[in-house]
């Protein structure tokens, strides 16, 4: 079953460091997206891409966090001066459309980031 | 803003009894919904969804309702069992609209052998 990929899977930095995540989708989605889990909540949007455009950052955190989707396949997420608050699990989700498809997106393990 | 939120936060069943997670919305134009599974350390999966225009969907040992006019969702799962000890999010989304899929907190089930 074709899978999401995501590294690293734990990921501990401290405050003020810069750190990135690496996604690759399911080969053939065009769309691919970005969510922070905070421990103990559901997943929030960080980003949207569609190709190598960003379709949605509205809820990205722009003066420290930065995502980029160059040749439309792979994505990094990075986050440059970490805080605190920025520890949480950071998952990719890739779809083969723009819109929602039936059975939602395929999602990754995730990168679990703990700032120190 | 809109948002999905849950009842409880945690819910505690005898392995073999039938478990009910609930989910509100509170955004009426949402018309998808899905019910994904998170296990620890993993990502969400897909479970079941249902489209604005049924009242209930049922799957293996799972079934949704969904209830319009209170705009709530429920999962229920019959025969729980240990593998079913996750935390399950309801999300919502507007076909047509933003498309983009909205997340619920999450409910802890554990089932006790």
């Known amino acids: 079953e074709a899978e999401v990929a995501q590294s690293p899977r734990y990921k501990i930095t401290e405050k003020s460091q810069a750190v990135a995540f690496w996604c690759d989708p399911i080969s053939g989605h065009a769309t691919l997206y970005w969510y922070r889990q905070i421990l103990g909540q559901g997943p929030e949007l960080l980003v949207q891409f569609q190709d190598e455009s960003v379709v949605d950052d509205s809820q990205l955190p722009k003066d420290r966090f930065s995502a980029e989707r160059l040749k439309g396949v792979d994505s990094t997420l990075k986050i440059q001066p970490a805080e605190l608050g920025d520890s949480a699990m950071y998952l990719c989700?890739?779809?083969?459309?723009?819109?929602?498809?039936?059975?939602?997106?395929?999602f990754g393990s995730g990168t679990r980031l703990t700032v120190v | 803003g809109e948002s999905v939120g849950l009842h409880l936060p945690t819910l505690s069943v005898q392995e073999g009894d039938n478990s009910i997670i609930n989910c509100a919305y509170s955004n009426s134009a949402s018309d998808y919904f899905i019910w994904y599974k998170q296990e620890s350390g993993k990502g969400p999966q897909f479970i079941i969804d249902?489209?604005?225009?049924?009242d209930k969907r049922q799957g293996q040992r799972v079934t949704v309702l969904l209830n319009k006019t209170v705009k709530h969702l429920s999962l229920q799962i019959a025969a729980t069992q240990p593998g079913d000890s996750a935390v399950y999010f309801c999300?919502?989304?507007?076909?047509?609209?933003?498309?983009?899929?909205?997340f619920g907190k999450g409910t802890k089930l554990t089932v006790n052998p």
């Open positions: 989700a890739s779809s083969a459309r723009l819109t929602v498809p039936p059975n939602g997106y395929t």
């Open positions: 999300a919502e989304t507007t076909q047509g609209g933003s498309e983009k899929l909205v």
């Open positions: 249902i489209r604005s225009n049924m």
